[in-house]
C-alpha cells in the first residue's frame, strides 16, 4: 500500500526540479504543500531504503542531533543534491488525509487553560534549547507550530537562524539539552531577542491586558525575566486551579400536574494531576436538566434515562487526560446524539403497545473543563448565561414557535399564542438519530457568572428580567436561588414540573484573561 510522506527540500527549489530528483518511479509529488515541504507517495514503501543515501549536510545532521526535542519531526532518510543542500524524508507530520497537522494558532481558541499552558512551557523548553544550537527561528515562527491529532506540541520544519553557519554554535552542545537547561541559564538569557520574540508571540496569542500569562509575558519581552524563569513561573501557573464551582439544583412537580417528568444531574470533581512536566490542578463539572414527556410515568422514565445514561458515558470522558481529544463539543454531541437516543428508543421500540411508548425527553446540559464551559442542548429546556451586568439565554428552543419565527410565517406573540406553539421539534427517544440535531456551543469561564439550566416550566412561568434580579439577590448562595426561582414559578401559576441547577462559577485565577466570549453526582 502506498504510503504519503513529508520531503523537505533545499530552500527555493522548484517543484519541476523537485519530480525530476525523485527519479526511479519510486516516489510521485502528490502536491505543495508549504514552504518547501512536498507531499510525496511512496509507491514501493516494502523497499528497506527509501532513497540511495548521498552526504549528509548541515540540515539533515540538525534533524538527527535534535531528534532527541519534545515535538521534533522523525527523520527517515535523506539524499545530498549535487547542486548542494539536502532532500529530507520526514515522519510525524502528516494527518490521515495528507495534510500537514494545523497550526498551534488555529487551535489555542479551542482547547483549555491547562493544554495551553503545557503548550507554553514545551515551546519555552524547545525554544531555549533550539537558540543555543543556533536554529532559535524554528521556534519564533508562529505557523511553524503544530498540533499532533494527540494534542502535543510538535515543529513543522527547522528553520535556521540568518547567520552564517561558521558563526552557530556546535549541534552537539544539545546532546544533553536538559542539563544544560538547568546548568547555564545565563547563557540563555544573555540573548535577548529570541526571548523578545517569544514574549511577543505569547502576546499575540493571548491579548496584552491583564496579569496571569499577558503579564508573564510583559516582563520577558521587557528584560525583567529569562526563558527559564518563564518557564518556572508557567509551572507554578499551571499549579493553580482555574474557577472555583458551586452549584444546586432542585425539582417541583407545580400546581398542576400529578406527577413529575423533570430530572437533573449535577456533579463537580476537583483533581491533583501529577505530570513530569509539573502537577496541575484540574476541575471537571457536569450539569443536566432533562424534562420528559410522554404523560403518566413514561416522561419520567425517559428523562431519568437520559440522566444515568449521561452520567455513565459524560464523566468518564471529562476525567480523560485530554477531554474530547481536542473536541468535547463534538464528542458529548455525539453521546447525546446516538448514545442516549438510542437508549430511549430502545424502550420506546422494546414495548411498542405498552406504556413506554413515544416517551421522550429534552436536555441540556453543561460539561465544564477548567477555565471553558461547553453546552448541548435538545428541546425547550434552556441554559442562561447571568453576570451582574446581564442575563443570556445561550439556547434556542427547538419547538415550532420558535421555527415560525425564524422562517417569519409568523410573529412572537402569534407564536406564542399558537395551540401548536409549544409543540416540540427535537426531542431524545421518539425517533432514530438521523431526526436528532443537537444544538452545540462554549464559553470561557473569565468572568464570574451564573449558569442557570432550567425546564420550561420555570422559563415559562418567571421573566427573564425577575430571573436576573432573584440571581443578583442570592449571589452567592446557589440553594437559595433555585428555591426563589421555584418559589416565583409556582406563585406565577405552576402549570408544568419546575426544575432549577443553578451552577456559579468564579476565577480563581486568570491565567487568559485576554480572552472572553471529586463528588458523587446529584441527581433527581
Not at 494558532?105 to 533550539?130: D, I, K, P
Not at 537562524?161 to 546532546?175: A, K, Q, V, Y
Not at 454531541?333 to 429534552?362: C, H, Q, S, W, Y
Amino acid at each position: 500500500m502506498a504510503r504519503p510522506l513529508l520531503l523537505v527540500t533545499p530552500e527555493g527549489r522548484p517543484a519541476a526540479e523537485v519530480g525530476a530528483f525523485l527519479c526511479e518511479g519510486r516516489f510521485r509529488v502528490q502536491r505543495a504543500l508549504e514552504r518547501d515541504q512536498y507531499l510525496i507517495i511512496d509507491c514501493k514503501p516494502n523497499l528497506k531504503r527509501l532513497v540511495t543515501a548521498g552526504t549528509e549536510g548541515s540540515l539533515a545532521s540538525a534533524y538527527k542531533k535534535l531528534a532527541h526535542l519534545p515535538g521534533m519531526p522523525t527523520i527517515l532518510d535523506v539524499v545530498a543534491d549535487p547542486a548542494g543542500g539536502d532532500y529530507v524524508l520526514l515522519g510525524g507530520l502528516l494527518s490521515r488525509d495528507g495534510n500537514l497537522f494545523p497550526p498551534l494558532s488555529e487551535r489555542w481558541s479551542a482547547t483549555s487553560a491547562q493544554r495551553r499552558l503545557g503548550w507554553l512551557s514545551a515551546w519555552t523548553r524547545l525554544a531555549t534549547a533550539l537558540a543555543v544550537a543556533g536554529w532559535s527561528r524554528t521556534a519564533l515562527e508562529l505557523d511553524n507550530l503544530r498540533v499532533s491529532p494527540d494534542g502535543n506540541l510538535c515543529i513543522r520544519a527547522l528553520l535556521a537562524d540568518e547567520r552564517p553557519r561558521s558563526e552557530r554554535p556546535p549541534l552537539d552542545l544539545l546532546e544533553d539539552s536538559n542539563d544544560r537547561h538547568e546548568r547555564r541559564p545565563n547563557e540563555v538569557r544573555d540573548g535577548p531577542a529570541p526571548a523578545e520574540r517569544l514574549a511577543s508571540l505569547w502576546l499575540e496569542l493571548t491579548g496584552s491586558a491583564g496579569d496571569g500569562v499577558p503579564h508573564l509575558a510583559r516582563r520577558l519581552k521587557a528584560g525583567e525575566i529569562g526563558l527559564v524563569d518563564a518557564d518556572r513561573e508557567l509551572l507554578a501557573l499551571r499549579a493553580l486551579p482555574r474557577v472555583d464551582v458551586r452549584y444546586y439544583g432542585a425539582t417541583h412537580t407545580g400546581r398542576k400536574r400529578e406527577n413529575n417528568e423533570d430530572s437533573f444531574l449535577g456533579w463537580q470533581a476537583t483533581f491533583k494531576e501529577m505530570r513530569p512536566e509539573g502537577d496541575s490542578v484540574g476541575v471537571r463539572g457536569l450539569f443536566a436538566v432533562c424534562d420528559g414527556m410522554g404523560g403518566h410515568e413514561r416522561g419520567e422514565v425517559a428523562s431519568r434515562t437520559c440522566v444515568q445514561m449521561l452520567q455513565a458515558m459524560v464523566i468518564p470522558a471529562l476525567i480523560a487526560e485530554d477531554p474530547g481529544n481536542g473536541d468535547l463539543a463534538g464528542q458529548l454531541r455525539k453521546i447525546v446524539r446516538e448514545d442516549v437516543n438510542a437508549a430511549i428508543l430502545t424502550r420506546n421500540g422494546g414495548d411498542v403497545d405498552g406504556p413506554f411508548r413515544r416517551m421522550g425527553t429534552t436536555v441540556v446540559m453543561v460539561a465544564i473543563v477548567d477555565d471553558r464551559a461547553v453546552w448541548v442542548h435538545v428541546g425547550d429546556s434552556r441554559l442562561y448565561l447571568v453576570t451582574r451586568d446581564r442575563i443570556e439565554q445561550l439556547t434556542e428552543d427547538h419547538n415550532v414557535g420558535t421555527r415560525d419565527v425564524k422562517l417569519g410565517v409568523a410573529t412572537m406573540l402569534e407564536a406564542f399564542r399558537s395551540p401548536v406553539g409549544k409543540h416540540l421539534t427535537q426531542a431524545l427517544g421518539p425517533r432514530s438519530s438521523e431526526f436528532v440535531q443537537p444544538d452545540t456551543g462554549d464559553l470561557d469561564l473569565h468572568d464570574a457568572a451564573v449558569l442557570l439550566l432550567c425546564s420550561d416550566g420555570l422559563a415559562d412561568m418567571v421573566p427573564e428580567g425577575d430571573m436576573h434580579k432573584q440571581v443578583l439577590a442570592n449571589w452567592d448562595d446557589p440553594e437559595r436561588l433555585v428555591a426563589e426561582l421555584i418559589d416565583v414559578a409556582n406563585e406565577g401559576g405552576g402549570l408544568d414540573n419546575i426544575t432549577a441547577l443553578a451552577v456559579r462559577v468564579e476565577p480563581t485565577s486568570l491565567v487568559f484573561p485576554g480572552r472572553l466570549a471529586s463528588a458523587q453526582p446529584a441527581s433527581a
